[in-house]
């Protein structure tokens, strides 16, 4: 299995959490202005992730596993059960998610201990301890099956639509909404108006939010029950 996208060095944002430049999107995995404040803004609470019984989070784009972390930290503060299900077709060596990891939330929890044990080791990787199912497929989300009618939460966490325009199309914005239980909710970090037409398009409900550190505004956006 292929695993070792080229990351540089690692980046302290300002609320202590790190994040890496991808060296083959040229671009910073998380947002340098706060890693873990933008995951658990954008895609934690975006989703209502923080207030679901039961969360199933579907994740375009795994990467350093920032929006995990803060899931895991979420849910075992509630001690909520968690499916997540996860896509990666570039996965980073384990040893950049560790490091980026260290000492930050959720990353005491055994599903994190598991996911660092085998990662890189099949495809998919599938991580069950009590409470938390994770699986991750290191493939492209394009050539995916997904699941119908599943997710309470989409965090959909591409690279930007100019770097990585593939994640950002209405084809795929159609399959993502598919994939959405009815009530389910969509987010992402950018607010750009073609995203906000891209969702709507899919048969979304897509709103502005105030955005995390750094940003102005982010997306939320409901598939109607
Ligand atoms: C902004 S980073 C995601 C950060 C991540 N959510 C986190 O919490 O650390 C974008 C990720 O999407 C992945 N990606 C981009 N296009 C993809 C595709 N077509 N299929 C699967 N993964 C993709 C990239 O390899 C990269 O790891």
């Known amino acids: 299995m292929k695993q070792g996208s080229p990351v540089g060095e690692l980046i302290v944002t300002p609320d202590g959490s790190r994040t890496a430049q991808s ?21 934690v609470e975006g989703t209502g ?17 920032v929006n995990f972390r803060a899931t895991l930290a979420e849910v075992a503060r509630r001690g909520t059960a968690l499916e997540y299900l996860a896509y990666e077709f570039d996965p980073a060596p384990a ?19 598991a996911l660092l044990a085998g990662w890189g080791q099949a495809s998919p990787l599938v991580v069950e301890v009590p409470g938390v199912t994770l699986t991750v497929h290191f493939g492209d989300v394009l050539e995916a ?15 930007s639509p100019a770097r990585n325009p ?19 909710v969509l987010a992402t970090y950018s607010a750009a108006g073609h ?12 709103e502005r939010r105030p955005g995390p550190p750094g940003k102005r505004e982010c997306l939320w956006a409901v598939r109607e029950a």
Not at 166 to 184: D, K
């Open 195 to 206: 995203v906000r037409r891209t969702l709507a398009g899919a048969g979304l409900r897509p």
């Open 95 to 113: 040893g950049v998610l560790r490091a980026v990891g260290a000492g930050g939330e959720g990353a005491n929890h055994p599903a994190w201990a």
């Open 166 to 184: 593939e994640v950002w199309t209405p084809a795929l914005a159609g399959r993502l909404a598919q994939a959405l239980a009815p009530g389910g």
């Open 49 to 65: 992730t923080d207030q679901h019984p039961a969360p199933r989070v579907l994740e375009v784009g795994f990467g350093l596993g």
């Open 145 to 159: 099956e997904l699941p119908q009618s599943w997710a309470t939460a989409l965090y959909l966490d591409g690279f």
């Open 23 to 43: 060296l083959r999107f040229g671009e910073a995995y998380g947002s340098r202005h706060g890693a873990a404040a933008q995951a658990r803004h954008v895609f």
